[in-house]
Nanobody, 114 residues
């Protein structure tokens, strides 16, 4: 199984930046999809960014502001978030898929104050 642990959330003012980390452990070989989702209060979980092979897709709402990167040596995926807006406030979840089975982390809270 794959275990995912997010970190790096917190409170930031609008216009600020945060970097989220997602550390993967367990049976991590053959992970073919990784990404980030978020869920705001009272809303459904939504895609932030997903990467698979050489393809990366960002939600329109974060394009140009958020960047996903991966450090294979550390088995860690990062989400660099810049120019944060109050509407980015949500719990951010790391996602990984291996052999057709998706796994989620427990999430990390990001709060952007206006």
């Amino acid at each position: 199984q794959v275990q995912l642990v997010e970190s790096g959330g917190g409170l930031v003012q609008a216009g600020g930046s945060l970097r989220l980390s997602c550390a993967a452990s367990g049976t991590i070989f053959s992970i073919d999809v990784m990404g980030w989702y978020r869920q705001a209060p009272g809303k459904q979980r939504e895609l932030v960014v997903i990467t698979s092979g050489g393809s990366t897709n960002y939600a329109d709402s974060v394009k140009g502001r958020f960047t996903i990167s991966r450090d294979n040596a550390k088995n860690t995926v990062y989400l660099e978030m810049n120019s944060l807006k109050p509407e980015d406030t949500a719990v951010y979840y790391c996602y990984a898929r291996r052999q057709g089975i998706g796994r989620w982390g427990r999430g990390t809270q990001v709060t952007v104050s206006s």
